[in-house]
């Protein structure tokens, strides 16, 4: 699909124009003429939206775009970055749009497509002198592709796992293959194994945690960031031992060596296409008091995608994690969105704790900036819960108005939800500087 255009229209809603061919309506209302090529699986009214977003923000900065762009194949005759990106595969992977890079490193249920989100970002026009936040980082997506497109970013998460296996799967972009190879993967798979087998069922005592923590920090490796590279490689292959009864070396052995390959790969592409890497920060912290961690108008646009708590019981899922790292998880269910009570309670509660959210969202975002929030009407006690509709209501009381809605059909795999919406909210005024207020 490759087309040239001049034309300048009225923008139509894809619904209908999709009769058309899809590159002439993405390409409607160009200003200029362009020359791109859409990746062969774009094929959702959603992804089409998603790319003529992204060009109408880019378009008069079409060599750049081509570092830049998701749902393109080719810019300008030339192969986009994304291109060979996406050709660095992952278990799972399906076509262009996730699992590549580092994004398959660790199961975590209900994540988004980073394809997707490297689109919104694109579309939000940040830039590598901006910054971005994913106040529930979950397994670092929105981090990912920000630090591969050259722009800082932070994330926030209240649940440890998820800012470990966020941080690690960053920092594996900065890792050379020959980090890899400091420590032996036999060597670090029998460090973190000791600690299993010597007590796989309960949690540690206060002195027991302060000894292991001890242990870690002397025994194995000085550089923190590989230390826990390892310490999560480990933990994935704890993970398939507790749902597949998959043999725990087997595990480390062969997710290490994937990984290693992913480094590898990634390693030659920067220096090919001299890739710029963003930082990224990763902060164990609550959505309901960013206000606290960071400055008021800190960021210039947000991505998120707040837990399905109420559908997914992170807690459960990640448990095995959570005792191998010392964490009480009756401690942290009682602070996690989504999980505190039970039946009509848990719904209200749930509904206060991101009215909140919205609220403290606003105060760390820049006026006139964007926040993007992709979340899905789930079903609880089997009555479907309108909840994209009350975070719109929730935004539009602390200071937002809701510019876009976009659905996207999920097919397979997470049964609860039948479509997800991307909201895209704009902050058109501050609210109060009192926290959650």
């Known amino acids: 699909?490759?087309?040239?255009?001049?034309?300048?229209?009225?923008?139509?809603?894809?619904?209908?124009?999709?009769?058309?061919?899809?590159?002439?309506?993405?390409?409607?209302?160009?200003?200029?003429?362009?020359?791109?090529?859409?990746?062969?699986?774009?094929?959702?009214?959603?992804?089409a939206q998603l790319a003529k977003m992204e060009l109408s923000s880019w378009w008069s900065e079409l060599d750049a775009f081509r570092a830049r762009a998701a749902y393109f194949e080719e810019v300008n005759g030339q192969k986009t970055n994304h291109y060979f990106i996406s050709d660095i595969k992952g278990k799972g992977q399906i076509g262009r749009t996730?699992?590549?890079?580092?994004?398959?490193?660790?199961?975590?249920?209900?994540?988004?497509?980073?394809q997707m989100i490297k689109a919104l970002i694109n579309w939000m026009g940040i830039k590598n002198k901006d910054?971005?936040?994913?106040?529930?980082?979950?397994?670092?997506?929105?981090?990912?592709?920000?630090?591969?497109?050259g722009i800082d970013s932070w994330g926030v998460d209240i649940n440890p796992v998820c800012t470990l296996m966020s941080r690690?799967?960053?920092?594996?972009?900065?890792?050379?293959?020959?980090?890899?190879?400091?420590?032996s993967k036999e060597e670090a798979f029998n460090f973190f194994d000791k600690k299993y087998r010597r007590s796989p069922t309960r949690l540690f005592s206060h002195f027991e945690q302060l000894a292991a923590a001890t242990e870690e920090a002397n025994k194995l490796v000085p550089d923190k960031d590989l230390h826990d590279f390892y310490k999560l490689c480990y933990l994935y292959a704890l993970s398939d031992y507790t749902y597949i009864k998959r043999e725990m070396w087997e595990g480390f052995s062969e997710n290490f060596d994937d990984i290693f390959h992913t480094v590898e790969k990634f390693h030659g592409l920067k220096q090919k296409l001299d890739i710029k890497l963003g930082n990224v920060e990763v902060l164990e912290g609550d959505a309901r008091r960013l206000s606290q961690i960071f400055p008021r108008n800190y960021f210039a646009g947000i991505v998120t995608s707040p837990p399905y708590s109420i559908a997914v019981d992170y807690i459960?899922?990640?448990?095995?994690?959570?005792?191998?790292?010392?964490?009480?998880?009756?401690?942290?269910?009682?602070?996690?969105?989504?999980?505190?009570?039970?039946g009509a309670t848990r719904i209200a509660n749930y509904y206060n704790d991101m009215m909140v959210s919205f609220k403290e969202m606003n105060k760390v975002l820049q006026l006139g900036k964007y926040c993007v929030v992709l979340i899905g009407d789930i079903t609880f006690n089997g009555k479907r819960l309108p909840i994209h509709q009350r975070y719109i209501e929730f935004a539009e009381s602390a200071g937002f108005i809701c510019e876009k809605n976009i659905r996207r059909?999920?097919?397979?795999?997470?049964?609860?939800?039948?479509?997800?919406?991307?909201?895209?909210?704009?902050?058109?005024?501050?609210?109060?500087?009192?926290?959650?207020?």
């Open 1 to 47: 699909m490759k087309r040239m255009t001049t034309e300048s229209m009225e923008e139509e809603e894809p619904q209908k124009s999709m009769s058309e061919p899809m590159l002439d309506w993405i390409l409607n209302g160009i200003p200029q003429k362009v020359s791109v090529k859409l990746f062969d699986d774009v094929g959702f009214i959603y992804e």
């Open 98 to 114: 996730c699992q590549y890079l580092t994004h398959w490193f660790y199961p975590y249920k209900a994540k988004f497509h980073p």
């Open 131 to 149: 910054r971005l936040l994913d106040p529930f980082v979950g397994s670092g997506t929105a981090l990912i592709e920000a630090k591969t497109l």
């Open 168 to 183: 690690v799967k960053c920092k594996l972009l900065d890792f050379t293959p020959e980090d890899l190879k400091i420590v």
């Open 316 to 342: 459960k899922n990640d448990l095995h994690a959570l005792e191998y790292l010392n964490v009480d998880a009756r401690t942290l269910v009682k602070d996690m969105i989504g999980l505190r009570g039970n």
């Open 409 to 437: 059909p999920i097919l397979g795999g997470f049964a609860r939800l039948r479509y997800e919406y991307i909201l895209v909210f704009k902050k058109m005024r501050e609210v109060s500087s009192e926290l959650g207020e």
